[in-house]
């Protein structure tokens, strides 16, 4: 279905994945509306999982991380503005200003702006070999410095923040032979989304690997001559480092839905641009995919906002679909994937253990780290995670929108 008035192009604002998504769905029902993307990175959009794992461990090809080859957008008539940034939207007049001036005239609009790294903000954040990891080019850069050091084997890698990023990180530099300390504030990594028993595991693992785990906040970076030297954490310790990776979570970027005057979702329910179940924000010209995006869930009766790289793909595909008419609601369930040593996850479905009154369920075996769990309330299943289980996510999927309550032996005999 085309949108109503053709003659101004749909403008997507984003660079990663589901700003590529949106693009390709766009093009796959209109051959002959104008598309033009705008990224304020230098690349052509990109997804961001490898970023931490084979692409920072060089064992992956420059061009893995693109979806889409860049032939695609030429050969697709999808005019891409690299290094360009929006920075003024008016949804009344459809009119986005970019820095040099620019003004884009839209007839739909996607926002995929993406995250920011938070910073720590404390004592030493600006000096050199502090890094995040976000973009191509903080991958690049710290893959080449961890690359050399595994070579020479004289790094001392301290990665602050025990979540998805961090463990990831911590993972693939101690695979590349490196010394590395993970920082965290509970007992195990992931225990915040995981809880304690299956971050427990992750901290085994870690443990077994060589990782040295320290339970802690970092309070302050220690330099010398304008480089990291180390990290002190609270308790009076401190710990040398010759490379310091933060990974304490990301920010959406909703500064231009601010200004646009959009509607945004409370903290409390996980701040956010308001959209309804087609993407649509508080405009009816100006849809939101990707991490900045609340999305109502029918399945779970509340808004979601899920900073993962399905959620990505499927919001930015729908957004696509939706700018050019698809009033269909939007019902994927959240999924991620994890991969740390020789452990792989999948994970689908929604909790908030910081709500409580969940029950976990395991089958398997966590000796042996395989095993599926399942997060009940009320006895229906709300999420479940497969640990080095492969193809049983149609499953778990099954069973989250059945809504039945399982009994306990049926989901324990899971793995069979």
């Not at 191509?136 to 025990?162: H, K, Q, Y």
């Not at 959620?311 to 939007?330: F, K, N, T």
């Not at 029950?359 to 995670?385: P, Q």
Request: overall charge negative.
């Amino acid at each position: 279905m085309s949108i109503e008035s053709p003659t101004e192009p749909v403008v997507i604002v984003g660079g990663g994945l589901a700003a590529a998504r949106a693009a390709e769905a766009v093009r796959a029902q209109d051959a002959g509306i104008d598309v033009v993307l705008v990224t304020a990175e230098r690349h052509q959009p990109y997804e961001r999982p490898p970023l931490s794992k084979e692409y920072l461990r060089g064992q992956a090809e420059p061009d893995a991380v693109f979806p889409l080859e860049e032939s695609w957008y030429s050969e697709q008539r999808v005019e891409v503005r690299t290094s360009a940034m929006v920075v003024g939207l008016d949804p009344a007049a459809r009119r986005a200003t970019l820095t040099d001036g620019t003004v884009l005239p839209f007839s739909r609009l996607l926002l995929a702006t993406g995250s920011t790294p938070r910073s720590l903000g404390v004592p030493g954040h600006e000096l050199a070999g502090v890094h995040t990891l976000r973009t191509v080019d903080d991958a690049d850069l710290l893959a080449g410095i961890l690359l050399n050091a595994s070579l020479e084997g004289a790094e001392r890698v301290v990665v602050v923040g025990d979540g998805w990023i961090g463990t990831e990180v911590a993972a693939s530099a101690r695979t590349l032979g490196l010394d590395v300390c993970l920082v965290g504030l509970a007992a195990n990594p992931l225990e915040a989304v995981l809880g304690p028993e299956l971050g427990a595991l992750y901290g085994a693992l870690h443990t077994e690997r060589g990782v040295g785990r320290h339970r802690g906040e970092a309070i302050a970076l220690t330099g010398e001559k304008g480089r990291v030297t180390g990290v002190d954490l609270t308790g009076d310790r401190h710990l040398e480092a010759d490379v310091v990776v933060i990974g304490v979570g990301v920010t959406p970027n909703i500064g231009l839905a601010v200004a646009a005057g959009l509607e945004l979702r409370p903290a409390a329910q996980g701040g956010g641009v308001v959209v309804d179940g087609s993407l649509r924000t508080s405009h009816p010209d100006v849809f939101a995919a990707g991490d900045i995006a609340s999305i109502p869930s029918p399945h779970y009766g509340r808004p979601l906002r899920v900073e993962h790289w399905a959620v990505a793909q499927e919001s930015g595909a729908h957004a696509g679909r939706a700018m050019l008419g698809d009033d269909s609601p939007y019902d994927v369930l959240p999924y991620f994937f994890s991969d740390q040593f020789d452990v792989g996850m999948e994970y689908k479905g929604f909790v908030d253990l910081r709500a409580g009154g969940y029950e976990l369920v395991i089958s398997g075996s966590t000796e042996d780290r395989e095993l599926v769990a399942f997060w009940l309330r009320d006895g229906a299943v709300h999420a479940g995670m497969a640990m080095n289980v492969w193809e049983r996510m149609d499953d778990v999927e099954e069973l989250i929108r059945s809504r039945r309550v399982v009994p306990r032996d049926e989901l324990e005999a899971f793995t069979g």
